[in-house]
């Protein structure tokens, strides 16, 4: 179970028995439309306000996901879940619907790895049967409690990132055909004084090399163990920074392909969203959409996703706190 | 205040954010002035053809068909704010849209707009200054601090 410093390792290899992952109208005018169950043509989703689109954008990837598995709300025993509102309401809103016994869980972005790793130590342990495990973001209500009203006109930075509307899920399972969640590794709180909530690439990019450093030391692995490693939303700016301070860590990071999911979900060139994609539900839709269904199609074997969080909160960076940031690292196989 | 907390950082800190400040992509400030500088002119060039409007064909007086305008201006605003274009010109433009009388009526409408859902008093009473507020306050806080120089510095009212 425990390696090392700070990591687990899933002897049991609890398998991803099923995966959703909805989005938004934007997220689906890029390059990665054909990986998602459902893209919404309304940022509404036919609610009357952004929080009940969040919410109800949980609800359905959730109950999409208990689907795709065969099974019922009633045979899941927990559901982990997270999301960027205050008090966690989208994920806690939509427990109350799903009805399954719930842990809400807050890392921000973080929030999909945090899950899955926790999801995984549950099932591994024999602690259940089936978990259901995920989270969701949704850009308006972000950019409401976090940044300025949605119509508001003001000028982003090239360094701000554009949160994704979408929610990805999975249901884990004690057996199963993969692919399996084999270790994760929880990261340490890294502050390294950026406080710019528009810069946060920057200020996470630290948290995401030191969880990447941490993982291959307890696990007594390269790299080159990998066909892929993504971080979860550190976009351009954050993704060249954790690429330099890879580089002065001396991690052989060229030994794979190392990506982020940030960078992969908008199409930079004809999409405006300046260093690329953020939220909880990014890294979810990207690992649980796009790169279960490259794993399935035999094109990756073995992928490290390491989400990447912002711990900051609207009243920190005007109180000018810096930002503190986490990553948690999950590392996913096709073969047992 | 950012040369206080600078101190405070430990040397750890310091490096990186040296190292962090290589890979920021820059601001661009030429071309904003330049897009600023073109759409603010827009906005007023606009501005002064509709007062011209009210001028010529409804005949009111120059001074008094300024108030007209700047009604005109602002519904302009607040219907491209409600289509949601308002937004979309301003990331584009920066300064240029935020300047005039339109950016202040933006950011009354987007306010508006968000926080209706919290109640017609308490969500939108209650925030449609969210952003515009400060304007206002400090507004309010310059025009005091004229005045009173006003009435120090103006001959007319110190001489008798």
């Given at each position: 179970?425990l ?8 002897e049991?290899?609890?398998?991803i ?6 989005v938004g109208?934007?997220e689906?005018?890029?390059p990665?439309?054909?990986d ?7 940022m509404?989703l036919?609610q ?6 969040e919410?109800a954008?949980?609800e359905?990837?959730?109950?999409m996901?208990?689907?795709?598995a ?12 997270g999301?960027?509102?205050?008090q ?8 109350r ?14 929030t ?8 995984s130590?549950i099932?591994?342990?024999g ?5 259901l ?5 949704h ?7 976090f940044r300025?009203?949605?119509?508001y ?9 554009f949160?994704v509307?979408?929610?990805g899920a ?7 055909d ?7 590794t ?10 710019d909530?528009?810069?946060m690439?920057?200020?996470m990019?630290?948290a995401?090399?030191?969880?990447m ?7 007594q ?20 920074i954790a690429?330099d301070?890879l580089k ?5 990071i060229?030994q ?13 060139g ?11 539900g ?16 035999g094109e990756?074997?073995?992928i490290?996703v390491?989400?990447t969080?912002a ?14 940031c986490?990553?948690h690292?999950?590392?996913?196989e096709?073969?047992? | ?18 190292l962090a400040?290589k890979?920021?992509?820059s ?5 904003n002035l ?14 002064q053809a509709v007062?011209?409007?009210f001028?010529?064909?409804w005949g009111?007086?120059e ?6 305008t700047?009604g ?5 605003s ?14 584009w433009?920066?300064?240029g ?7 202040f009526a933006n ?6 707009i ?6 017609l008093?308490?969500g939108l ?21 004229v005045g009173?120089?006003?009435i ?5 009212i110190?001489?008798?």
């Amino acid at each position: 179970m425990l390696k090392g410093h700070q990591s687990w390792v899933f002897e049991n290899k609890p398998s991803i028995k099923s995966k959703a992952a909805i989005v938004g109208p934007f997220e689906g005018q890029g390059p990665l439309a054909d990986d998602f169950d459902i893209i919404h043509g309304d940022m509404y989703l036919g609610q009357d306000s952004w929080e009940k689109a969040e919410k109800a954008l949980m609800e359905e990837t959730a109950k999409m996901a208990v689907q795709h598995a065969g099974l019922t709300e009633g045979q899941i025993q927990f559901f982990l879940a997270g999301d960027l509102m205050n008090q966690i309401i989208s994920s806690s809103f939509s427990a109350r619907t799903l009805s399954i016994p719930y842990l809400g869980l807050f890392g921000a972005c973080s929030t999909s790895m945090e899950s899955l790793a926790l999801a995984s130590y549950i099932v591994n342990s024999g602690g259940a049967k089936y978990v259901l495990s995920g989270t969701c973001s949704h850009n308006a209500s972000v950019e409401k409690q976090f940044r300025y009203p949605t119509e508001y006109g003001s000028q982003k930075p090239p360094t701000a990132q554009f949160t994704v509307t979408g929610a990805g899920a999975v249901v884990l399972s004690q057996d199963g055909d993969g692919p399996y969640v084999t270790s994760a590794t929880i990261g340490r709180v890294v502050d390294m004084g950026i406080s710019d909530p528009f810069n946060m690439g920057a200020a996470m990019a630290p948290a995401a090399v030191d969880t990447m450093e941490a993982h291959f030391r307890d696990l007594q692995i390269e790299p080159g163990y990998y066909d892929l490693i993504v971080t979860g939303d550190l976009s351009k700016v954050g993704y060249q920074i954790a690429n330099d301070l890879l580089k002065k860590h001396n991690i052989p990071i060229h030994q794979t392909t190392y990506s982020d999911c940030g960078m992969m979900i908008y199409d930079y060139g004809k999409q405006n969203v300046q260093a690329g994609a953020s939220g909880c539900g990014c890294s979810a839709v990207v690992t649980y959409g796009h790169l279960l269904n490259r794993m399935q199609r035999g094109e990756l074997n073995r992928i490290l996703v390491v989400a990447t969080g912002a711990l900051l909160s609207p009243l920190s960076y005007q109180q000018k706190e810096s930002i503190p940031c986490i990553a948690h690292a999950v590392s996913i196989e096709r073969q047992k | 205040m950012v040369s206080k907390k600078k101190k405070k950082l430990t040397p750890v800190q310091q490096e990186y954010q040296e190292l962090a400040k290589k890979r920021e992509p820059s601001k661009f400030t030429f071309k904003n002035l330049y897009r600023a500088f073109l759409v603010g002119g827009l906005i007023c060039l606009l501005g002064q053809a509709v007062q011209q409007m009210f001028i010529h064909w409804w005949g009111f007086e120059e001074k008094a068909a300024s108030n007209p305008t700047v009604g005109v201006m602002i519904i302009i605003s607040v219907i491209l704010t409600s289509l949601g274009v308002y937004d979309k010109i301003a990331q584009w433009a920066g300064a240029g849209t935020a300047v005039p009388v339109t950016g202040f009526a933006n950011a009354m409408a987007s306010a508006a707009i968000e926080y209706r859902r919290e109640g017609l008093v308490l969500g939108l009473g209650g925030s449609i200054f969210k952003v515009a507020g400060p304007v206002i306050v400090f507004g309010s806080l310059a025009a005091f601090c004229v005045g009173i120089a006003y009435i120090i510095f103006d001959p007319n009212i110190v001489g008798g």
